[in-house]
């Protein structure tokens, strides 16, 4: 296990993990993040969306950077968090997303092996059964479309290639928007390894129909919005 980069340290790469009212999702989070199994150095930046719970202090007490999220948005809170990154490749997980502690090994080492410039990986959703359709649709069917969709909640790309695209869109369903930006440019695609587990707690409050209803409309809104 190697130590996250310090001063003086430039990070390899660097995680960003958006997180409003997360504490004990994040304390899961960021216990996976520091437990990875890596020569590479990595910072951890948690951007906090003016929690009232303790987000900020259990961030600090994992050893990551604290930003100011005060931003509507989970596309400006990463983007907020890109901007104070140092590292060469940015990596993209929520507050409710565990990593292996084989992910940036695993990544890092796909995207270069394959002249990536960004990349996910397979998925678990944990949660209800019908969370697996959930997780199905994202490890089967994102990988094999023309432009992949990398979810915001498992995305690695190097830092110069997500400025030069402008970073994630600030529209509904942000991270589709930036993946087929992002592939219009650059090659991107999905490591076959399952190397995150996600929480499938959407699925559970709203239902599997709920939840595919939410992100239509969600995706309704994405092209208005991006239309032209």
Excluded at 75 to 101: I, M
Excluded at 128 to 137: G, N
Excluded at 156 to 172: C, I, Q, S
Excluded at 176 to 205: H, K, M, W
């Amino acid at each position: 296990m190697t130590e996250t980069a310090t001063d003086g340290v430039e990070p390899d790469v660097s995680f960003v993990v958006p997180a409003r009212n997360e504490a004990d999702r994040l304390r899961g989070a960021l216990a996976s993040l520091a437990g990875l199994d890596t020569s590479y150095e990595y910072e951890m930046i948690v951007v906090d969306g003016d929690s009232t719970d303790g987000t900020p202090a259990v961030a600090r007490e994992h050893g990551a950077t604290v930003v100011d999220g005060s931003a509507t948005s989970i596309a400006r809170a990463r983007n907020q968090g890109a901007k104070r990154a140092r590292g060469e490749w940015l990596a993209f997980v929520d507050a409710d997303t565990q990593v292996r502690s084989t992910y940036l090994t695993e990544l890092l080492g796909y995207a270069e092996a394959n002249g990536l410039a960004a990349a996910s990986s397979y998925c678990r959703m944990t949660g209800p059964r019908r969370a697996k359709i959930v997780e199905a649709t994202i490890n089967y069917l994102f990988p094999r479309l023309e432009r992949p969709i990398l979810p915001g909640f498992n995305v690695l790309v190097r830092a110069e290639a997500f400025e030069e695209t402008g970073g994630f869109p600030d529209v509904p369903n942000e991270d589709t928007a930036f993946s087929r930006r992002l592939a219009l440019e650059y090659p991107t695609g999905y490591c076959p390894q399952r190397l995150v587990e996600n929480s499938g707690r959407r699925i559970d409050r709203l239902g599997l129909t709920g939840t595919l209803v939410y992100y239509l409309q969600l995706d309704l809104e994405r092209m208005r919005a991006t239309r032209g």
